[in-house]
């Protein structure tokens, strides 16, 4: 008569535990990834706020022909992210080189996006102002480029996501929310002129005021609160 042996009745079905588990562990920290990335999307649209930006652009290219309107956004949205692209790899590295400390660094880009948020809050935020009529493509495109998608809370944001989050996730993020600028600047004028300013005024305050919390929520973190 053979003889039980116990481990060997119980090894399937420890089997079948242990891959229960490794699937809700791949699944938990699949749902971990997800929700990281939905919050970066949030964070990064409310800062480079395509909208607003979309709004300057129209403006700045009434002008132009439908060609170098094209020519202006393309220009425009490849600026912005050849560097954010260039902050996402070497922003950490500048941190260390000049000795600047993670902590330190969330309290001053902290403050930058709490006087960012509030100029947005009171309709004060960059509009392009600099933005001459008649100026060429490149200029145009060039200050939309910075600092309207690519300013100071952007890079400070960047930084302080890749060391929160990763940079692979950091770097979609950033993907997914030029990628709807680009979608965005390639609408025609009247669309614009159909949504108006003031609705464009009103997201963009409620923008600020999300700005401002996340730049409450850096300096605090930095605080070590």
Not at 3 to 14: E, K, T, V
Not at 16 to 45: P, W
Not at 149 to 159: K, M, R
Not at 179 to 188: C, E, K, N, Q
Request: hydrophobic residues 55%; contains cysteine.
């Amino acid at each position: 008569m053979p003889r039980h042996d116990p481990g060997r009745a119980c090894a399937p079905l420890s089997r079948a535990y242990g891959r229960r588990a490794n699937d809700l562990s791949g699944h938990a920290v699949g749902c971990a990834v997800l929700e990281s990335l939905v919050q970066l999307v949030i964070l990064f649209s409310v800062i480079i706020d395509p909208l607003s930006s979309f709004a300057v652009f129209t403006t700045s290219t009434a002008a132009m022909t439908p060609a170098e309107k094209k020519k202006t956004a393309l220009y425009a949205v490849l600026a912005a992210a050849a560097m954010s692209y260039a902050i996402l790899f070497i922003g950490a590295p500048l941190l260390t080189l000049f000795s600047v400390s993670i902590s330190d660094f969330k309290i001053a880009g902290g403050i930058i996006l709490a006087i960012f948020g509030v100029q947005m809050t009171l309709g004060q935020s960059m509009s392009g102002g600099g933005i001459k009529e008649g100026s060429s493509v490149p200029a145009v495109a060039a200050i939309i480029a910075t600092p309207l998608l690519t300013g100071p809370a952007a890079i400070t944001a960047i930084i302080a996501a890749v060391h929160d989050q990763g940079m692979l996730v950091t770097g979609l993020a950033i993907t997914i929310v030029l990628g709807i600028t680009a979608v965005m600047f390639s609408l025609p004028t009247k669309i614009v002129n159909k949504i108006g300013k003031t609705p464009i005024q009103f997201v963009s305050v409620i923008m600020g005021m999300i700005t401002l919390a996340w730049g409450i929520r850096f300096i605090k973190d930095g605080l070590g609160f």
